[in-house]
């Protein structure tokens, strides 16, 4: 069992700045990767930023240069640093831990979510 707490979201103005924090808890051991997702209203459910076990990272094209994913393993904890902002970056984001198991569904694990608004 993991537990995954988000902050650091709410309202700022276009080309302003955030960072969100995701502290997990619980079975924390065996996560193999750590991300932030995000949706919007009538839009569909995205991955924003990955980070592995191993230190790989990907971007959805649309933050690349703008947002950095980053961990703190003394703490647990994951980061989103959010740079840049825009009014389409408005959204609910949502932290996300996954657990591969041999021979079982891989586990995936949400935090409750933290609303960022970006006005224009």
């Known amino acids: 069992q993991v537990q995954l707490v988000e902050s650091g979201g709410g309202l700022v103005q276009a080309g302003g700045s955030l960072r969100l924090s995701c502290a997990a808890s619980?079975?924390?051991?065996?996560?193999?990767?750590m991300g932030w997702y995000r949706q919007a209203p009538g839009k569909q459910r995205e991955l924003v930023a990955v980070?592995?076990?191993?230190?790989?990272?990907n971007y959805v094209d649309s933050v690349k240069g703008r947002f950095t994913i980053s961990r703190d393993n003394a703490k647990n904890t994951v980061y989103l640093q959010m740079n840049s902002l825009k009014p389409e970056d408005t959204a609910v984001y949502v932290c996300?831990?996954?657990?591969?198991?041999?021979?079982?569904?891989?586990?995936?694990?949400w935090g409750q979510g933290t609303q960022v608004t970006v006005s224009s």
């Open positions: 980070i592995t076990s191993g230190g790989d990272i």
């Open positions: 619980g079975s924390i051991f065996s996560i193999n990767a």
């Open positions: 996300n831990a996954k657990k591969a198991r041999r021979l079982l569904v891989d586990l995936d694990y």
